[in-house]
């Protein structure tokens, strides 16, 4: 009875489903948000280094006759001598304290939308409602 019929929704082969919003899937949308904070993490760590890179050579003024801007090869050269491996981390605090809640936002807000208009995008998923 916690559950409200919202209009149907059309499935692979086209069979159509009554969608429906209720508790059922807090758990999915949770564990969904979860994920993409740990999936947001990983891809920002991962992405860090060039993001310095290319900042870097966006913002370089040293390069003669470039315009104001260096390789890429010359700007990983420079921060590596003058910072060391640590200089690519640069930043990662604050993509990181803004990465993740966002990723957890868009996967729970996806998981949630897509639960109440009776979506599912995971083949594996469609094949147990069958059974």
């Known amino acids: 009875a916690d559950e409200q019929p919202t209009?149907?929704?059309?499935g692979r082969?086209?069979?159509v489903r009554p969608a429906t919003v209720g508790r059922g899937n807090t758990g999915g949308a949770l564990r969904s948000s979860m994920f993409g904070m740990v999936a947001g993490?990983?891809?920002t760590l991962l992405?860090?280094?060039m993001d310095v890179l290319k900042t870097r050579v966006m913002t370089s003024t040293s390069a003669?006759?470039?315009g104001g801007m260096t390789?890429?090869?010359r700007s990983a050269a420079d921060i590596w001598a003058?910072?060391?491996v640590l200089g690519f981390s640069r930043g990662a605090t604050a993509r990181l304290l803004h990465k993740i809640p966002a990723s957890g936002l868009f996967w729970l807000l996806y998981a949630a939308f897509s639960h109440a208009l009776g979506v599912s995008d995971a083949p594996a998923l469609r094949r147990k409602e069958r059974k």
Request: no cysteine; aromatic share 4%; net charge negative.
């Open 47 to 49: 992405t860090n280094p």
């Open 64 to 66: 003669a006759g470039l």
């Open 13 to 15: 082969g086209g069979s």
């Open 41 to 43: 993490a990983i891809a």
């Open 71 to 73: 390789s890429y090869a």
């Open 7 to 10: 209009p149907a929704a059309i």
């Open 82 to 84: 003058s910072e060391g």
